[in-house]
């Protein structure tokens, strides 16, 4: 399960282990360390195809992801994540993140 970071035509950076979305830190309060950009320079920027979208796990640091294989072909895309139920305690309906820029 991966998260859905940037759209089409969208420049995608990571700098000092936070995420830019054209040129705008994105805030992911559901992490909980830096992320890395997985043998890629820290500056480098990568452009989101047409068609395609730019997915990270939330465990980002032991993620393959679209920084290790690209972005994803919207084709490829077949579900949506609703709920967690590992660790059994924490089972919960998962809501949509209003998504925000710093």
Same mark, same amino acid.
């Given at each position: 399960? @991966?998260? &859905? &970071?940037? %759209?089409?035509?969208?420049?995608?950076? &990571?700098?000092? #282990?936070?995420?830019?979305?054209?040129?705008?830190?994105?805030?992911?309060?559901? %992490?909980?360390?830096?992320? %890395?950009?997985? =043998?890629?320079? %820290?500056?480098?920027?990568?452009?989101?195809?047409? =068609?395609?979208?730019?997915?990270? =796990?939330?465990?980002?640091?032991?993620?393959?992801?679209?920084?290790?294989? #690209?972005?994803?072909?919207?084709?490829?895309?077949?579900? @949506?994540?609703?709920? !967690?139920?590992?660790?059994?305690?924490?089972?919960?309906?998962? !809501? !949509?993140?209003?998504?925000?820029?710093?």
């Amino acid at each position: 399960v @991966k998260r &859905i &970071i940037a %759209l089409p035509g969208e420049h995608v950076a &990571i700098r000092n #282990g936070a995420v830019y979305i054209n040129g705008q830190r994105l805030i992911e309060p559901y %992490l909980s360390e830096p992320t %890395l950009w997985r =043998g890629m320079t %820290l500056d480098h920027e990568y452009v989101v195809e047409p =068609g395609h979208v730019f997915v990270m =796990g939330d465990n980002r640091n032991n993620s393959s992801d679209s920084r290790v294989f #690209g972005a994803v072909p919207l084709s490829s895309i077949v579900g @949506k994540a609703w709920v !967690t139920y590992w660790p059994p305690d924490e089972v919960q309906v998962l !809501t !949509t993140p209003a998504y925000a820029f710093q």
